[in-house]
Nanobody, 124 residues
Framework: QVQLVESGGGLVQAGGSLRLSCAAS????????VGWFRQVPGKEREFVAA????????YYADSVKGRFTVSRDNAKNTVYLQMDNQKHEDTAVYYC?????????????????WGQGTRVTVSS
């Protein structure tokens, strides 16, 4: 069983930066792939970024490519999402999710564990 807790959300101006953290319990977290998703009220949750057990394996949605960076610190059982040059359309609740496989995935159904989410608001 893995429990995930997101933090780092808040209010930022367009063009600014935030770093989200996803802290996990569990000694085997380093073997899990982790994804970040986001959801705006009234819309479906969408994929943002993901990282594999091998931290060089990363995927990004086209909408955030070049602006967001996903990374992990296995010693701290934490995965990060660095968000730079933020846009108003990045406003959403951001969720991290983990799957008990080494390879990351782009779809929600591939993930076994989810955090409660952290809200990000980008003012234009």
């Amino acid at each position: 069983q893995v429990q995930l807790v997101e933090s780092g959300g808040g209010l930022v101006q367009a063009g600014g930066s935030l770093r989200l953290s996803c802290a996990a319990s569990g000694r085997t977290f380093s073997s899990y792939a982790v994804g970040w998703f986001r959801q705006v009220p009234g819309k479906e949750r969408e994929f943002v970024a993901a990282i594999g057990r091998n931290p060089t394996t990363t995927y990004y949605a086209d909408s955030v490519k070049g602006r967001f960076t996903v990374s992990r610190d296995n010693a701290k059982n934490t995965v990060y999402l660095q968000m730079d040059n933020q846009k108003h359309e990045d406003t959403a609740v951001y969720y991290c999710a983990a799957r008990s496989r080494p390879s990351p995935a782009l779809i929600e159904g591939a993930y076994d564990y989810w955090g409660q989410g952290t809200r990000v608001t980008v003012s234009s």
